[in-house]
């Protein structure tokens, strides 16, 4: 039986402890469950979100096991090793698919009926993993995707243009790594192309821009982790607004990690393109335009993917 208003998380490194905090804040849930390897440190971070209740809303925050996160809407998985400096996110996939191998199975054998959002790294592949050691419907298993990324392209480009980023309406698409699309082609500012918004606001360099800001998106995880050791606030705010989603049954489309059956000749592999996400995880995807060399770079990232794949997989 699934409880709508109760929440967990597994790992409560930088990136699950901060999801928990921001999914306190939310108002969302009412009941939160952390579990880690670490009792004691899933135990030492619900100790201490759970003493900013008396600023939020009433809300029930433990450390718990595997039979206390049963009956929860939502399962975040965050555990995992993390991206060190100089590591791109598909060197972790060996590492990480063997955790996955030990987690997915401890939730299925207990009957979990709720969504299982994949937030480690490497997201895709491990979407991909989870949804085949799970057996679990397509549609109850996304990752998180590149959900990150097309915050980060909205924000440079509101930054670019002078404007809010929430007009932005813009989408990173394929792997949520180094062979990340940013689909300028479907862009637009509140309903006005991008390139005719530039314009108005005095740029005309549209392709020198674009790959400038297409760069400092693909860059800008590598850059934090070269400065402070890792990224978590901005893919906690990622968790919270899919959570949002599901939760709220917004019906709101969002570029999650889903399994591809056959969208622009893609099969077989998890990737993200923008989908419509609700109290069912999600419901179908939204095909947006992308002009041909787009849709061939999407190729090249699904490639990409396959061959990690096939290595990964097979082990």
């Given at each position: ?16 402890s901060a999801s928990a905090f921001a999914l ?292």
């Open positions: 039986m699934v409880k709508q208003g109760k929440v967990a998380v597994i790992g409560c490194g930088f990136v699950g306190m804040q939310s108002g969302l849930f009412t009941e939160m469950v952390l579990l880690d390897a670490n009792q004691d440190k899933a135990e030492g971070e619900a100790d201490d979100i759970v003493h900013g209740i008396p600023f939020g809303r009433p809300m029930k925050i433990y450390a718990g096991g595997y039979d206390e996160i049963a009956d929860a809407a939502i399962i975040v998985v965050t555990a995992g090793a993390n991206q060190k400096p100089d590591e791109t996110r598909l060197d972790l996939v060996h590492k990480n698919v063997a955790i996955f191998r030990s987690i997915i199975p401890e939730i299925t054998q207990r009957g979990f009926e709720g969504i299982l959002l994949v937030v480690a790294n490497p997201v895709d592949i491990l979407t991909y993993a989870t949804l085949k050691i799970s057996g679990y419907p397509e549609n109850r298993v996304i990752g998180s995707g590149t959900v990150l990324d097309s915050a980060r392209l909205k924000y440079h480009l509101g930054e670019h243009l002078g404007v809010d980023s929430r007009s932005v309406h813009a989408f990173i698409v394929g792997e949520h790594g180094d062979s990340e699309i940013a689909a300028w082609s479907s862009a637009n500012v509140s309903g006005i192309p991008l390139d005719s918004f530039c314009e108005m606001r005095g740029h005309y360099n549209h392709v020198e821009a674009n790959d400038r800001i297409a760069e400092s998106v693909k860059q800008s995880a590598y850059e934090i982790i070269e400065k402070k050791g890792a990224t978590y606030y901005g893919i906690a705010m990622s968790v919270k607004r899919i959570c949002e989603a599901i939760i709220r049954d917004e019906k709101s489309i969002l570029p999650v990690s889903t399994m591809m059956h056959g969208e622009y000749g893609i099969s077989d592999v998890v990737l993200s393109i923008p989908c419509i996400v609700g109290r069912n995880g999600y419901e179908t995807k939204v095909p947006i335009d992308l002009d041909p060399d787009e849709v061939a770079k999407l190729h090249e990232s699904a490639d990409t993917l396959k061959e990690v794949l096939q290595d990964v997989m097979q082990e």
